[in-house]
């Protein structure tokens, strides 16, 4: 995981998803990182770039 600003990034193992704090929205959790769209990606969730 690189560069996310300030947010937060947890990973939820139990779920497999990545929670997303700091970002827009509070303890908003995004869609799993391998089959999260692009817009979702942009938008401040988990990417590999």
Same mark, same amino acid.
């Given at each position: 995981?690189?560069?996310?600003?300030?947010?937060?990034?947890?990973h939820?193992?139990?779920?497999d998803?990545?929670?997303? !704090? /700091?970002? @827009?929205d509070?303890g908003?959790?995004?869609?799993p990182?391998?089959?999260?769209?692009?817009?979702?990606?942009? !938008? /401040?969730? @988990?990417?590999d770039r």
């Open positions: 995981m690189s560069d996310l600003g300030e947010a937060t990034v947890t939820d193992t139990a779920h998803t990545f929670v997303v !704090r /700091g970002k @827009g509070p908003h959790r995004s869609a990182r391998l089959r999260q769209s692009p817009a979702t990606a942009r !938008r /401040g969730g @988990g990417t």
